[in-house]
Structure formats: C-alpha cells, structure tokens
C-alpha cells in the first residue's frame, strides 16, 4: 500500500493523500483531520502527528539471516488514520470496542451507507498510568485485504498470545530532541515489546488492538515519562512490524508508522471511563472544541 504525506499547513491540513494519489476513502479523511490530535505538517508541526515515509524506519533484508543487513522499510501495508492524545481517571482498554470511539464509529457509519464493507482498523493503545492516565494511540486503516499468507494476517487470526507477544516489534527513532532523551531511547530502536511488557489484544469484527501497559516495566516507565517532560521539544517517529524469524517470512513489512510532533501533554482529550449518551466522540477536534466554548 502506498504511503500517505501530510498537508503542508499545520492550520488547515488538507485530506491525506497517496504517494500514487489513490482516493482515501471518506471515513480515513474523516478520522486523520478530524481529530484535537492535530494532522501537521511532516517537517514544521508542532503539537500534532504526521506520517514519515517508511524508509525512514529500518527492517530486515531478504536477505537478513546472511549478512544481518537492513533495508528502508518501504511502502506501509496500512495507511496512517490519526492519532488520539486521551486522559482519564482510570486506564482504558480495548478503545475501539467503544461505542464513542471516533475511529469505530466513522467506519460503522460509512459502512451503514453500503460503503466500505472491507474496512479494517489496527490500533496501539500506549497505557500511561500515573495519577491521571494518558493514551497515545496509534491508528491505521485499509479498505484492502490484508494478505492471507503475511505475518500481519497470521498475527490477527491466531490465538497464539506466545506468538504474538514474540514477534510484535516497535520501531523508533528520536529525530529532534535533547540528548538526554536520546541517549536514553537508543536501546528501544527495534524492540520486541510485549518481550518485557504486559501487552493485551483485542481483536473485533473489523478491528484489531494491541494495548500496551507502560507502566508494567519500571525502565519502558522511566523513558515514557522522560519524553513526556520533554514532549514539546521532541519529535520521534514510530512504526511497527511483525518481526520475521524465518528465511520465508522476508523482508519485513511496516504495518504502519506515525511521527509526533513537538506535543502538548495539556492538550490530551479527557475521556469519560464509561461511555455515555449521548455519546462525545472521544478525541474529537468538535467535541473539544465545544468543550473550549464552555
């Protein structure tokens, strides 16, 4: 799938579009600028995400187990959707089960019109816990079926959790930032993260959700909070594979990645533990901004 690249006006991002400038469907150019987590300009946004080309991000070659080489990890086989920035008095799992989840409910939507039929959405839900808990989580989307002979697909439809907690693998990279904050995420540049942390899966009709509970590692806990005292100096990309330990199985494959961007830990979207109507889409650029007018 081709990658998508950002407006460039921070203010007034235009829909994202493909490199070979395929339709977005409606529901994913609804979701990517519709959201208080601002879709920015790749290079100059601040207090927002944006989508990096995935060659900024390394994976295994083809030929990988021969010479332990990488590769630009090329086109994503989903496409960035957004980003949500959320705050709540307690941890929030499985997000795209809910029935305020602004992602779930655009797809539903197109779906009741007779549009979309196909759609899909993989999400990571980063658990912040603390006195007040934050969520940074990560959406992608197709409209296209996912291979049935990749990883992604073997990744989703087993009930492996053995599998799955081997093999699910964040990529990173810090590109702006002091160097306390890079010197200290270096060891995190490919990680193998339900290795050391609690992760959970959730998998829908036409979703699937890895939540990932910072908190359940003291040096993955450590390195969160540094970046968020840091947040508004900081710009890091992230991207996310399932990590090939066969010959058969590369090169690897990008699910997708998403840059933020110099961002405002006050600007979190505050979410109600329960849901309840009428419902206010959590993460909403309209519901916060009806919020503000209160």
């Known amino acids: 799938m081709n990658q998508t690249q950002s407006s460039a006006d ?18 994913i150019t609804e979701t990517i600028n519709g959201g208080s987590a601002r879709h920015v300009d790749l290079h100059t946004g601040i207090d ?18 021969d010479n332990k ?7 994503y086989l989903l496409s960035p959707a957004g980003v949500d920035w959320l705050k709540s008095s307690t941890k929030l799992d499985n997000i795209l089960a809910r ?26 839900n980063f658990q912040i816990p603390g006195k007040e808990h934050y969520h940074a989580v990560h959406y992608f989307a197709t409209e296209e079926p996912i291979p049935s002979d990749s990883l992604l697909k073997r990744f989703m439809e087993g009930d492996d959790e053995s599998y799955r907690n081997q093999r699910f693998k964040i990529v990173s990279q810090v590109v702006k930032g002091p160097w306390i904050v890079k010197a200290a995420a270096g060891q995190f540049g490919a990680f193998l993260v339900a290795k050391t942390v609690r992760c959970t899966y959730h998998k829908g009709p036409n979703y699937f959700e890895v ?26 990309d992230i991207g996310y594979v399932i990590e090939a330990r ?45 919020d503000n007018t209160h």
């Open 10 to 27: 921070d203010n007034n991002p235009k829909p994202a579009r493909t490199v070979a400038m395929s339709a977005v469907p409606e529901w």
């Open 48 to 65: 927002g995400w944006a989508s990096p080309p995935g060659d900024v991000f390394s994976v295994r070659s083809a030929d990988y187990f």
């Open 69 to 75: 080489q990488k590769c630009p990890g090329g086109d």
């Open 99 to 124: 029935p305020d989840n602004r992602f779930a409910h655009a797809l539903r939507k197109a779906q009741s019109l007779g549009r979309s039929q196909n759609g899909f959405i993989f999400a990571v």
């Open 211 to 236: 939540d990932i509970d910072t908190g359940s590692w003291p040096i993955l806990s450590a390195l969160v909070r540094l970046m968020l005292e840091y947040s508004r100096n900081l710009t890091v």
């Open 246 to 290: 066969e010959e058969d199985e590369l090169p690897e494959r990008l699910i997708g990645g998403v840059r933020l961007c110099h961002m405002e830990v006050s600007s979190a979207f505050v979410v109600a533990p329960q849901p309840m109507k009428p419902y206010r889409m959590m993460g909403s650029a309209e519901a916060s901004q009806a």
